[in-house]
């Protein structure tokens, strides 16, 4: 008994894209083996059902008529709640940030000569002294920010987007639901340099 051909070589016998040679091989083989004849049975009924069903296709050129989406009621009233909380939200972040003012001047680098490396001190030898046990510093805890809810359905899942408000110069988190509607939103406030 000679090798197996692979499902690609009997797949292609079956379409009878191999060279004259190599058919009477496959052939030849596929009567000794029963393994590659059951594969060759089951490509062509798969062939077979693949053309049933390429068949029972409409024509390319026949119209297909699309159903129409299922139309949404009070469309206009939700639009209308997020585009009031979205300009709640803008006021306060107008009102309660303070402005930015006065341009930065970064002042040019300047140019020192080169000079030889001075030598260094010379070093004396260390004092050991008792250290006095000091207390740790207090951390200030952090500021817990809360998001403010823009209708009145609980959230179950979203994801939270930052984007800038007043010009960008504000930054907020809003939450948006799976829906892709906004659900909630807060100011982000610098505290001690890291954005929370």
């Given at each position: 008994?000679?090798?197996?051909?692979?499902?690609?070589?009997?797949?292609?016998?079956?379409?009878?894209?191999?060279?004259a040679?190599?058919?009477?091989?496959?052939?030849?083989?596929?009567?000794?083996?029963s393994?590659c004849?059951?594969v060759?049975?089951?490509?062509?009924?798969?062939a077979?059902?693949l053309?049933?069903w390429?068949d029972?296709l409409?024509?390319a050129?026949a119209?297909?008529?699309?159903p129409?989406?299922?139309?949404?009621?009070?469309t206009?009233?939700?639009?209308?709640?997020?585009a009031?909380?979205?300009?709640a939200?803008s006021?306060?972040?107008?009102?309660l940030?303070p402005k930015?003012g006065?341009?930065?001047?970064v002042?040019p680098?300047?140019?020192l000569?080169?000079?030889?490396?001075?030598a260094?001190?010379p070093?004396?030898?260390?004092i050991?002294r008792r250290?006095i046990?000091?207390a740790?510093?207090?951390?200030?805890?952090p500021q817990?920010?809360?998001?403010v809810?823009l209708?009145n359905e609980p959230?179950?899942?979203g994801?939270v987007?930052?984007?800038?408000l007043?010009?960008?110069?504000?930054?907020?988190d809003?939450?948006?639901?799976?829906?892709?509607?906004m659900?909630a939103?807060?100011?982000?406030i610098e505290?001690?340099g890291?954005?929370?």
């Amino acid at each position: 008994m000679t090798q197996c051909w692979s499902e690609g070589e009997l797949r292609a016998y079956l379409d009878h894209e191999l060279s004259a040679r190599d058919m009477e091989r496959v052939a030849a083989h596929i009567h000794e083996c029963s393994g590659c004849e059951g594969v060759c049975v089951e490509l062509a009924e798969r062939a077979s059902r693949l053309r049933d069903w390429m068949d029972a296709l409409p024509d390319a050129d026949a119209p297909v008529r699309i159903p129409a989406a299922p139309r949404r009621v009070q469309t206009g009233r939700r639009w209308a709640g997020v585009a009031a909380g979205l300009a709640a939200a803008s006021l306060l972040g107008v009102v309660l940030l303070p402005k930015r003012g006065g341009e930065i001047v970064v002042a040019p680098k300047a140019v020192l000569p080169k000079s030889p490396v001075p030598a260094p001190p010379p070093v004396n030898p260390a004092i050991i002294r008792r250290e006095i046990p000091r207390a740790a510093p207090v951390k200030p805890k952090p500021q817990v920010q809360y998001y403010v809810a823009l209708d009145n359905e609980p959230i179950e899942t979203g994801l939270v987007v930052r984007v800038g408000l007043n010009g960008g110069q504000v930054p907020a988190d809003v939450i948006v639901g799976p829906d892709g509607r906004m659900r909630a939103i807060r100011l982000v406030i610098e505290n001690s340099g890291e954005l929370k």
